[in-house]
């Protein structure tokens, strides 16, 4: 489970104060997938990272009572200074996970070559996508969280980063960001909608689609 406490997050820019979520209590249940829409800059990366704990909020608290990803198609959490074998060992050593075990898995997924014991700073945006997948691949999270995460290499590599994220949706939970509704639909049961620093909720993730295309169409 995992659940927003009267949790604020604002963000102050040039004496304007703006909302990204506004006092908002949600609980998360297992059991169902997620998807989280809302226009450009309404905040639905910044709240990924908020329950992913690379953000604090405002105020109030997010507990978590479950073990929650980082997000996927999010590179910032890697050290560029370090390689991309030496972000792994430090991602296991955060997660509890046995080291070398990850390390071996993330060097045959990702499928880098010579550069995984290269910096990642010297990485292209699709490198980081693979060492990112791998690495979340790699670990058994109950909820993996999704943002617009974007499929990278030759197609047998596609085929593969699906299969693996399918195999893995047997026993968890996603909760995800994207413009595309099919993949929403493919992956969500239910779905979140936010607008102006308020999380609506809906059981149906077509009935949060639906209120997403009316939002847009009123400005």
């Given at each position: 489970?995992?659940?927003?406490?009267?949790?604020?997050?604002?963000?102050?820019?040039?004496?304007?104060?703006?909302?990204?979520?506004?006092d908002v209590s949600f609980t998360v249940p297992r059991g169902d997938s997620i998807g989280l829409l809302g226009r450009n800059g309404a905040g639905k990366s910044t709240l990924l990272r908020l329950i992913a704990g690379t953000i604090k909020p405002t105020s109030g608290k997010i507990i978590r009572l479950a073990n929650v990803s980082f997000p996927l198609g999010f590179q910032g959490s890697f050290n560029g200074s370090l390689t991309g074998e030496q972000n792994v060992r430090f991602v296991a050593r955060i997660y509890g996970h046995d080291t070398e075990e990850?390390?071996?898995?993330?060097?045959?997924?990702?499928?880098?070559?010579r550069s995984y014991y290269m910096p990642v700073k010297s990485y292209s945006s699709g490198m980081k996508a693979r060492l990112a997948f791998g690495v979340s691949m790699g670990i058994d999270f109950d909820?993996?969280?999704?943002?617009?995460?974007?499929?990278?290499?030759?197609?047998?590599?596609?085929?593969?980063?699906?299969?693996?994220?399918?195999?893995?949706?047997?026993?968890?939970?996603?909760?995800?960001?994207?413009?595309?509704?099919?993949a929403l639909k493919d992956y969500c049961t239910t779905g979140i909608v936010l607008e102006d620093g308020s999380l609506t909720y809906f059981a149906n993730i077509d009935d949060a689609i639906k209120m997403h295309d009316e939002n847009m169409a009123r400005r």
């Open positions: 489970m995992i659940r927003l406490d009267h949790m604020t997050k604002i963000f102050r820019l040039k004496g304007e104060t703006r909302y990204i979520a506004k990850l390390v071996d898995y993330v060097q045959d997924f990702a499928e880098l070559g909820y993996y969280l999704v943002d617009e995460i974007t499929a990278v290499g030759d197609s047998n590599f596609k085929k593969k980063c699906k299969r693996v994220f399918e195999e893995k949706l047997q026993n968890s939970d996603i909760i995800m960001v994207s413009h595309s509704n099919s």
